[in-house]
Each structure stands twice: as structure tokens, then as C-alpha cells.
């Protein structure tokens, strides 16, 4: 498997009438470096509350933004492992995605 990361500015969501690929935001532990609930059987749930924000990737040349919309003929061939890195608060932050 191929490990690639989604990334994009920490910020605010755009207004609604604005076309965007940007993703949630739920930073790591700073001390653990995870944000998997581990009370969860099967631990790939994420914590939900602490969230901090959108990746907003409009700019960067992140090409993992389009992924997430196959086209008519195409299959997804990846998926998010839950695994963030970034700061609370910071300016940038990522997930990253395997391939299947």
C-alpha cells in the first residue's frame, strides 16, 4: 500500500454557495499523536470533539483532494486511515490515506 497526504490550510469553512474540497479537522493528541477513541471496539473511531476547523487544499497543488470524487468510470482506490497531523490552532494540517 501507498501512504499519501491530504493537506490544506487550518481555517474556517467557505460559505455555502463556494465550491470547496475541504475536510474537517480533528488535530491529534499532542502527547499520543493519534485521535482514535480507543474506548471504541475496533479503534478506527474517530474523537469528534476536538474539532478545529477545515483543511481547505485550494491552492496548494494537493492532488489527494480529488480522490474523493471518482469520476463515471472510475473506482475509489483509497481511504483515510483516521491518522491527522497538524497543531490545534495551527496554519496547516493533513490526513493521511492509503491505497486499497
Known amino acids: 500500500n501507498y501512504r499519501m497526504a491530504y493537506w490544506g490550510m487550518r481555517g474556517r469553512?467557505?460559505?455555502?454557495?463556494?465550491?470547496?474540497?475541504?475536510?474537517?479537522?480533528?488535530?491529534?493528541?499532542?502527547?499520543?499523536?493519534?485521535?482514535?477513541d480507543p474506548k471504541v471496539e475496533g479503534g478506527r473511531t474517530l474523537k469528534t470533539d476536538n474539532y478545529n476547523g477545515v483543511l481547505n487544499p485550494g491552492g496548494t497543488g494537493d492532488v489527494v483532494q480529488f480522490a474523493g470524487c471518482p469520476g463515471p468510470k472510475e473506482r475509489q482506490n483509497m481511504r483515510s486511515t483516521f491518522q491527522y497531523w497538524g497543531c490545534r490552532n495551527g496554519d496547516v494540517g493533513g490526513l493521511e490515506f492509503v491505497t486499497l
Open 13 to 36: 469553512c467557505q460559505t455555502c454557495d463556494v465550491e470547496d474540497r475541504a475536510i474537517s479537522f480533528y488535530p491529534p493528541n499532542s502527547v499520543t499523536g493519534t485521535n482514535i
